[in-house]
């Protein structure tokens, strides 16, 4: 069992920056695949960045250039560093950890990009 609490979320203007924050607790972080997921009103939840128990990263078109997901073994946690925000990454932002069969959700945070 793995337990997720997602934080750093909040309003940032178009062209800001944000940083989340997911920290886990419970069984052994390290290995675990750790995901950021988003979720937009009316839309499908979709998979934002990746980084693999050896440090390998992945990231959704929609984003590249622009996030950075890094994980901290030490410190078992896992962040999402956003630049050049736009409108369009406004969502609920899930952290989600991965060692098949088992998934494990955050409760979210809230990022709103806005004027």
């Known amino acids: 069992q793995v337990q997720l609490v997602e934080s750093g979320g909040g309003l940032v203007q178009p062209g800001g920056s944000l940083r989340l924050s997911c920290a886990a607790s419970?069984?052994?972080?390290?290995?675990?695949?750790m995901n950021w997921y988003r979720q937009a009103p009316g839309k499908q939840r979709e998979l934002v960045a990746t980084?693999?128990?050896?440090?390998?990263?992945n990231y959704a078109d929609s984003v590249k250039g622009r996030f950075t997901i890094s994980r901290d073994n030490a410190k078992n946690a896992v962040y999402l560093q956003m630049n050049s925000l736009k409108p369009e990454d406004t969502a609920v932002y899930y952290c989600?950890?991965?060692?098949?069969?088992?998934?494990?959700w955050g409760q979210g945070t809230q990022v709103t990009v806005s004027s």
């Open positions: 989600n950890a991965v060692r098949l069969p088992a998934r494990y």
């Open positions: 419970g069984s052994r972080f390290t290995i675990y695949t």
């Open positions: 980084i693999t128990t050896g440090g390998t990263t």
